[in-house]
C-alpha cells in the first residue's frame, strides 16, 4: 500500500513539473516564434491548462497552507529601518530597479548582505524596470562597508573576499552591455518598429537565439529606451 501511495506521489509530482515546463515554454516562448495572434492565443490556453496538475499536486502537498492561511501585513519598511531578530538586526537598503519595492538587507554582526535580485544575472534574462534605479542601488551595495558574505537570489553559492566587488563591477557593466545592444537594436530596425521588435532585436544581441520576447523582457528594453 504505501508502495502504490509513493508511486502514486511520484507520478504527480513528475506531471507537475511537465506541466511547468509547458507552461514555459508554450505560455512564455511562444511569442518568440513569431506566431500569429490567434496561434499565440491557442498556446496561451494551452499553457493556462498545462499549470492545472501543478496547482492539484501543491493544493494536496499543502503549498498553499505552509503559512497556515493569508500574512497579514504588520509592518511596511522603510529604508534605514532595523529588523530585531533578537541576537542580530537587519538593516533594510532601499534597491529599486529590479522593481519599485526591491530591498536589500544587511547583518552588520557578521557582514552577510542579502540583495535580493538588485543584481543582474550576468548569464541569464535582463530583467528590471527602471535603469537609472538599478544602476543607483548596484553602486550603493558596492560602498557599503564591511560586508563579508553577500547572497544573491540567483546563484546557490555566495560571493566572498574580492568576488563581491566583482559581482557589482560585472552588474553594472552587463546594464551597460544590453544599453548599447538596445541601441544597435534600435538602429536596425525602421523608425516604427514596436517594442515586440526592438526586444526580439535586443535578445538576439544579447546571445538569446530564440530569444524570450514576454512583458518582462519587454519591460527591460523599454527602460533602455528611456
Known sequence: MSFMSDWSTNLKRDLAFVGLALFVLLGIWSPAWGAPFWQSLIFYLLAIA??????TFG?????DSLVGGSVQVTRQLEDGDEIDLGDMTLQVIFTPGHSPGSISLFCPQ???????????????LPLYYHLAESRQSLQRLARLQNVKTMYHSHLAQPFTGPDIAKAFQDGLAYLDQMDEAVSQAKQSLAAEATIEEITRAT?????FDPPPVMPLTMATVKAHLG
Open 203 to 207: 535578445l538576439i544581441q544579447m546571445g
Open 50 to 55: 498545462c499549470l492545472i496538475p501543478a496547482v
Open 110 to 124: 557578521d557582514g552577510t548582505l542579502l540583495t535580493g535580485d538588485a543584481i543582474p544575472p550576468t548569464n541569464g
Open 59 to 63: 493544493r494536496e502537498i499543502g503549498f
